[in-house]
């Protein structure tokens, strides 16, 4: 009876969750209600909750409240923290213009090339490294859309081929700034095999190396599929210029555009200058960015003079953060849903049908659905990251379970999400790509979809040949 109970009960949870999705619901607090109501029903059950160390309240009706704190807790001075430092860098760099000098530096040698073609590699990649700095999908492409659309229309692109850039420039890049790879990473370091594991270990040693050609596979499949929908569309392709006001030009010194395009890639540079110096002393995600924080206002003083007002702008940091707290309660809200379901005995009903499998060759099937699951999700929902947060806590266990190695599920299940995302015509970045350009967002679709799919499948099987 038990088992029924369970099993129905977690369809009915699952079902719940991937409608919200779908239909592109504030997830966060759905995962909140049904994680705090499965825990209800296993108390019911008589299982208790299936949290380690978890210490009763002496009141059964109070359990799964304090186990939400308890929760709470954990993620807040683990990966939560992280993410809401590197939120309020990211706002700083926003409000002294760093951000605004690194796309300029980055994109002015992109007018001096002629080729039209030549450029649709050249942008895709360039848009991924600013992707850096600017990690939102959705932002970066409204900048590009102001910075480079007009170049490109001028060299002669066609204005699908152009949109069709822009809305994939925010994929995969390897960044340990990254908020998936710092959960993930936080997340493999409580684990045994991973203890000690940082986000800069992670990003390094493991995405990075299928991030990097899958990136590289992209650009190539760019050039050839833009090139042949152009020459197939060459009746239907407009030549009127698409009007979107341009940013206004950077100003300053050699010296001044050089320190500040810097400075948002400060951080980084510092983690993979320590990474490859091979210091004892490592150097952490947010010890990082507080040393940069602290150069760059270093910088600002010098360069306003010792100004009172540099000091006030300082609070933009703090608030900042505030930015990262919606990610964070995704994690926090993931991590209750789990616990919902390893309380009423799924999870490990899941690892008990998976150790069955071990040794008969079938390791790539988790892999695989958690994959396609993701680009299902992604492609109705617009969403590229809701489902690997919400999955994240069960990466290892089912792994552990299937006999495979977390990260076979981790890179290939993260990745495909962010590159699906620009395949979905709801997708935040699609559709403000196409009202930008006057084009609708199924055939600016059209254009993305062969090299994020193509690139879907080429880390799909690099990621199996590496680490399954």
């Not at 923290?81 to 706002?91: N, V, W």
Request: net charge positive; charged share 10%.
């Amino acid at each position: 009876m038990n088992n029924f109970i369970m099993l129905g009960t977690a369809i009915i949870a699952i079902a719940l969750v991937i409608y919200m999705l779908i239909k592109k619901m504030d997830i966060k607090i759905t995962l909140f209600a049904i994680g705090i109501i499965l825990m209800y029903i296993s108390i019911a059950m008589g299982n208790g909750i299936a949290i380690k160390k978890f210490e009763s309240t002496g009141l059964m009706l109070l359990d799964p409240l304090k186990a939400t704190a308890d929760i709470f807790k954990q993620t807040l001075s683990a990966a939560g923290f992280i993410i809401l430092i590197l939120g309020g860098y990211s706002a700083y760099m926003s409000k002294i213009g760093a951000n605004d000098v690194t796309v300029s530096v980055l994109t002015k040698p992109i007018g001096k090339i002629k080729s039209t073609y030549i450029l649709v590699p050249i942008v895709f990649l360039l848009g991924n490294l600013l992707s850096l700095v600017i990690p939102s999908a959705s932002n970066l492409a409204i900048i590009l859309l102001a910075t480079l659309f007009p170049v490109l229309k001028r060299s002669g692109m066609s204005t699908l081929t152009a949109a069709a850039v822009i809305a994939t420039t925010a994929t995969v890049i390897p960044t340990p700034l990254g908020s998936d790879n710092v959960a993930i990473a936080q997340e493999l370091a409580k684990f045994p095999a991973y203890a000690g594991l940082t986000v800069t270990d992670y990003v390094l040693k493991y995405h990075a190396i299928v991030s990097i050609p899958t990136l590289g596979f992209m650009a190539i499949l760019h050039y050839f599929w833009q090139k042949f929908m152009d020459k197939k569309q060459v009746n239907d392709l407009d030549r009127e210029e698409v009007e979107i006001k341009a940013v206004s030009e950077i100003k300053g010194s050699a010296l001044f555009k050089t320190v500040y395009a810097l400075l948002p890639l400060l951080p980084i540079l510092l983690l993979i200058m320590v990474y490859f110096t091979g210091s004892s002393s490592a150097l952490s995600v947010e010890v990082a960015s507080i040393l940069s924080f602290i150069i760059a206002i270093i910088c600002e003083l010098v360069r306003h003079k010792g100004d009172n007002k540099v000091l006030k702008e300082t609070e933009t940091f703090f608030k900042g953060m505030a930015g990262g707290v919606s990610i964070v309660a995704l994690l926090v809200a993931a991590s209750v849903f789990v616990a919902g379901l390893n309380s009423i005995g799924l999870i490990s009903t899941l690892q008990k049908t998976m150790i069955s499998t071990q040794g008969t060759g079938m390791g790539i099937v988790l892999p695989l659905i958690l994959v396609a699951l993701s680009m299902l999700i992604v492609l109705l929902s617009g969403s590229g990251t809701a489902l690997f947060f919400a999955m994240i806590p069960l990466i290892v266990p089912l792994a552990e379970a299937a006999g495979i190695s977390p990260i076979a599920i981790s890179v290939p299940m993260g990745l495909a999400g962010n590159l699906m995302r620009a395949v979905s015509p709801v997708a935040a970045v699609t559709v403000i790509v196409a009202g930008s350009v006057k084009k609708n967002a199924i055939d600016v679709v059209k254009r993305t979809s062969v090299p994020m799919v193509g690139g879907v499948i080429f880390m799909f099987i690099l990621s199996m040949i590496m680490f399954l």
